[in-house]
């Protein structure tokens, strides 16, 4: 195989178990949006299901739907979808008792124009802008809003379920915009209150206030990043400083090793030439598989028990590492990123190489890179391999 990413689900369920270690009595949303970060819509969601999760939190439609197809039922998880566009497939979902984020009345219309239309009652969770900026009511549009969810409610054409909010700088513990937008969630709480909503749940926690705010948890945590086993707020500590150890490794044969002279050109615009007689080694991955361009020599490869670096520019289907005149073959494992345990470059690792956040580096890893699923116990291998590539 050129390339592969594997997925450790076992790691997934530990790191779970050791985020509802946490939270209490507040139940656990397993997100797996973007194919779970990259990592396997289906098969994540069932580890994380198999866990202890008891929510799925996807952003578009099409996930939502994806997961009623692939058999998770509304026994088995409730799953909510919260990016949504008027034309979206609102029927549909809601016929598959899925979740709907609800922002403004334009959304609460298409979700009763679909109950109407189906015959089905509707589960809603009505969003609230605490200064996000993105999606969500503002403060002075959130009564009409919930004073229209509650006379639907009372028509039995739909349950509001959830009141929610996201966090803006959960990820920097201290700064001050986190105290504020928690004070306007209850805020937001009390005036849904008062008209008379019930929710089930309360959530506004995501995977740093998860781990750092417990006065955030409520009734729901979302749990994002961290469930892949990396640390949302790595400047705080590490994955293994909460208890939560990396899901996906990414690793690649070698597609040549050859002998070149002082002063070789390396990949495209000679970015990189070499200082002496070296040994190259061809990568067989590229920008179509994800890797970022951004990488060019900066990017970590462990190949033959050493830290390498990417050496000159990465291409759109491979990339060069210079291995300093150290023995390799072709076939022999580079390894771009994984837990770490063999020394090896890390997401956080290629994220600080690059200038992003390890969110991005797992997440465009493509399509065209195979994932394999280990860790899958008995019970979960068939359904793990059901969920083919990620």
Same mark, same amino acid.
């Given at each position: 195989?050129?390339?592969? =990413? ?14 509802? =270690? ?26 994380? $299901? ?5 929510? #799925? ?5 099409? /996930? ?10 509304? /026994? ?6 919260? $990016?949504?566009? &008027?034309?979206? @497939? ?13 922002? %403004? ?6 979700? #009763? ?45 739909? =349950? ?5 909010? *996201?966090?803006?700088?959960? +990820? ?26 019930? @929710?089930?749940?309360? *959530?506004?926690?995501? !995977? ?5 705010? &417990?006065?955030?948890?409520? +009734? ?19 994955? /293994?400083?909460? %208890?939560?150890? @990396? ?16 002063? *070789?050109?390396? !990949? ?7 200082? %002496?007689?070296?040994? #190259? ?7 179509? +598989? ?42 022999? $494992?580079?390894? $771009?990123?994984? &837990? ?34 280990? %860790? ?8 793990? =391999? ?5």
């Amino acid at each position: 195989m050129r390339a592969e =990413a594997v997925i450790d689900l076992a790691a997934l369920r530990g790191n779970i178990r050791a985020l509802r =270690a946490r939270t209490g009595s507040a139940a656990v949303m397993s997100v797996v949006k973007a194919d779970a970060y990259g990592h396997g819509l289906v098969p994540c969601a069932r580890a994380a $299901l198999d866990a202890g999760a008891t929510w #799925l939190g996807v952003a578009t439609p099409e /996930e939502a739907l994806g997961l009623r197809a692939a058999g998770i039922t509304a /026994e088995q998880a409730r799953v909510l979808c919260w $990016l949504w566009t &008027p034309g979206g @497939p609102w029927e549909r979902v809601v016929a598959a008792n899925v979740d709907i984020s609800v922002s %403004g009345k334009w959304a609460l219309r298409h979700v #009763l124009d679909a109950v109407r239309a189906t015959g089905h009652p509707a589960r809603i969770h009505l969003k609230a802008d605490t200064g996000l900026g993105r999606n969500g009511a503002q403060p002075h549009d959130w009564p009409a809003l919930v004073a229209a969810a509650r006379a639907a409610e009372a028509e039995g054409l739909l =349950a509001v379920v959830g009141i929610w909010s *996201h966090f803006a700088c959960a +990820d920097e513990p201290g700064h001050p915009a986190n105290a504020t937008q928690l004070s306007a969630f209850r805020e937001a709480l009390a005036v849904a209150e008062a008209r008379g909503l019930r @929710p089930e749940v309360r *959530h506004l926690a995501n !995977s740093p206030a998860t781990l750092l705010m &417990p006065e955030t948890h409520f +009734d729901l945590v979302r749990a994002g990043l961290a469930q892949y086993g990396l640390s949302p707020v790595p400047e705080v500590g590490g994955p /293994e400083d909460f %208890g939560l150890r @990396p899901v996906m490794t990414l690793q690649a044969q070698l597609a040549q090793v050859k002998q070149v002279p002082a002063g *070789h050109g390396v !990949s495209y615009g000679h970015s990189y030439t070499t200082a %002496g007689e070296t040994t #190259l080694a061809l990568v067989p991955v590229g920008y179509a +598989d994800g890797i970022p361009r951004h990488a060019s020599g900066t990017g970590p490869v462990w190949i033959a028990g050493k830290w390498r670096t990417v050496a000159g520019r990465v291409a759109m289907d491979q990339f060069v590492v210079d291995l300093g005149g150290d023995r390799a073959e072709a076939g022999d $494992l580079a390894v $771009l990123f994984g &837990p770490g345990d063999r020394g090896e470059p890390t997401a956080e690792d290629w994220a600080r190489a690059v200038g992003t956040i390890s969110y991005e580096i797992v997440t465009r890893i493509g399509v065209r890179i195979p994932r394999r699923y280990v %860790g899958a116990g008995a019970a979960g291998a068939a359904a793990a =391999a059901e969920g083919g590539d990620g």
